[in-house]
């Protein structure tokens, strides 16, 4: 099979497909990236190729169904590698391009999305064993500890393999600032004029059913919760977090939320280690709908994470004028601005101290809520136009500057 005729598209859609469960935030960001494009596109062939035996979310493929979509299997890099052989397409997109090292693609321009550089700046904390579990959890803990310089060594090498991808063009799309000059420290050899910041894509939506339901039973009451997600991943550094808190609820408890709810902290044996864990309600991941509720009626979303290529939640919580405390670490300031009550991811002393003025000062909550409703505001307009440059880069309507 020779060139196509027309300007062909590869779409990585594989990318959307999860290893296990149905849910990661890259995959989000792929889907979201991908219904843009086809809105978008104009005599542009678009081809895709995913992975027939993992799951693929149903609105992808009604839409493939409904759009003028071809649509190929690749099971593995050799299928891959086949494929773009066959075809010879104009251009490449991944959006998760992480296991794309070895692909040669030098008819073709390629272009990907970075998000981050946490295995390589963030390889493991002191406390990662509190959220691990069972003896492989164990076993993944203990080795990257004792070999964490081979470990770091390793990955770099996996991005080096990926920048180094043989292809016609390279463009390499971060979402932050941040990342964009992680990258650049990292590998010398990577030119500045071929990586651009696109904020990630708003995704948010918030649905029609935010009302009663889920948060009825919950008993949850609007302002008496202080929130949390992603809880039970050490990378959010939630439990350094509920320490300060912990030790808050022992000496002042009159002063703070009645309860705080740790999304996707379902079973983590961590919450033992708190004298006031009857305060701390450890629940699972919810549905999207559960998830807008709690961000709205939260008295302040805390956000400890300890590396960021762009950062989600804060926006989300934001958007509803519900002040944000987080960490001021990696693309954070970006993202949050003058919106958010920074403190020291690491420092548990610092974040008492920060989680106490958030409670005993009113004008700090007042101006925390308006100046997040902002921010949101300001960010989704980036976002929006942003969008719009990143789907044009990828059709080729754009020059790289």
């Given amino acids: 099979m020779g060139r196509l005729e027309e300007t062909s598209l590869l779409y990585d859609l594989a990318s959307t497909q999860p290893a296990t469960g149905k849910y990661h935030g ?56 086949t494929l773009v052989d066959d075809v010879q397409f104009d251009r490449f997109y991944s959006p998760l391009p992480y296991d794309l090292q070895g692909l040669d693609l030098e008819e073709t321009v390629f272009i990907c999305t970075i998000h981050g550089l946490r295995p390589i700046e963030m390889p493991t904390d002191r406390y990662e064993y509190k959220y691990r579990e069972g003896i492989r959890g164990w076993g993944k803990y203990a080795a990257k500890q004792f070999f964490s310089s081979k470990y770091v060594v390793r990955q770099r090498e996996k ?53 009663g339901g889920p948060l009825e039973t919950m008993k949850v009451d609007e302002g008496e919760y202080f929130l949390f997600v992603s809880a039970g ?51 699972g991941y919810v549905e999207r709908s559960t998830l807008e509720a709690l961000y709205r009626d939260a008295s302040a979303l805390i956000y400890p994470t300890l590396n960021e290529g762009f950062g989600y939640p804060p926006l989300e919580a934001m958007k509803y004028g519900t002040p944000v405390l987080c960490s001021g670490t990696t693309s954070l300031h970006e993202v949050c601005g003058d919106a958010a009550l920074y403190f020291d991811p690491y420092s548990v002393r610092e974040m008492k101290g920060r989680f106490l003025r958030y409670c005993e000062d009113a004008t700090l909550r007042r101006t925390l809520s308006d100046r997040g409703e902002e921010q949101y505001q300001k960010m989704k307009t980036r976002q929006d136009e942003m969008l719009e440059e990143l789907c044009d880069l990828i059709l080729g309507a754009s020059d790289v500057e």
């Fill in 26 to 81: 890259g995959g989000e960001y792929g889907k979201h990236v991908f219904d843009e494009l086809l809105r978008r596109r104009d005599s542009e062939r678009v081809h895709v190729y995913w992975d027939p035996n993992r799951w693929l979310d149903p609105k992808v493929e009604r839409c493939l169904k409904q759009e003028d979509v071809t649509v190929h299997a690749a099971q593995d890099q050799e299928e891959l590698q």
């Fill in 233 to 283: 991943r050490w990378v959010k550094n939630a439990y350094r977090a509920l320490s300060a808190l912990d030790e808050l609820y022992q000496d002042r408890s009159s002063q703070l939320p009645e309860r705080v709810l740790a999304l996707g902290a379902e079973g983590k044996a961590y919450f033992k280690d708190f004298q006031c864990a009857h305060r701390f309600e450890q629940l």
């Fill in 159 to 211: 991005f080096r393999g990926l920048l180094d991808l043989p292809a016609k063009e390279k463009v390499v799309v971060t979402p932050s600032e941040h990342t964009k000059y992680s990258l650049l420290s990292e590998f010398s050899s990577l030119e500045p004029s071929s990586v651009r910041v696109l904020y990630s894509p708003n995704t948010s939506e918030p649905p029609d059913d935010m009302e």
